[in-house]
Nanobody
Framework: QVQLAESGGGLVQPGGSLRLSCAASASALDYYAIAWFRQAPGKEREWVSCIRGAFTYIGDSVKGRFAISRDMRVRMVYLQMNRLNFEDTATYYC??????????????WGQGTQVNVSL
């Protein structure tokens, strides 16, 4: 069964960094791409990043600042977020996709972790 659990969110000042973690079940890692999306109150859901095999994908709005990686030994997928700004404030979710695409449906996701970028 697919299980996903996000962690690592918190309060950070503009310009700061955070690394989010997604603990993923073996089935999630074996059969799906793992993506990150974010959602803030009053804003649209936004596809952020995705990893599938050796390939990584970064959304245009965070390209150059965010990076996705994984450690298969501990079944973790990470989202490294650098040079954070106010617009990055959102709840961040890791999710499964069949393919890494900003238009491919999310199939499973976790409870989310809150990121607040504020003074």
């Amino acid at each position: 069964q697919v299980q996903l659990a996000e962690s690592g969110g918190g309060l950070v000042q503009p310009g700061g960094s955070l690394r989010l973690s997604c603990a993923a079940s073996a089935s999630a890692l074996d059969y799906y791409a793992i993506a990150w999306f974010r959602q803030a109150p009053g804003k649209e859901r936004e596809w952020v990043s995705c990893i599938r095999g050796a390939f990584t994908y970064i959304g245009d709005s965070v390209k150059g600042r965010f990076a996705i990686s994984r450690d298969m030994r501990v079944r973790m997928v990470y989202l490294q977020m650098n040079r954070l700004n106010f617009e990055d404030t959102a709840t961040y979710y890791c999710a499964t996709q069949h393919q890494c695409s900003d238009s491919d449906p999310f199939l499973h996701w976790g409870q989310g972790t809150q990121v607040n970028v504020s003074l």
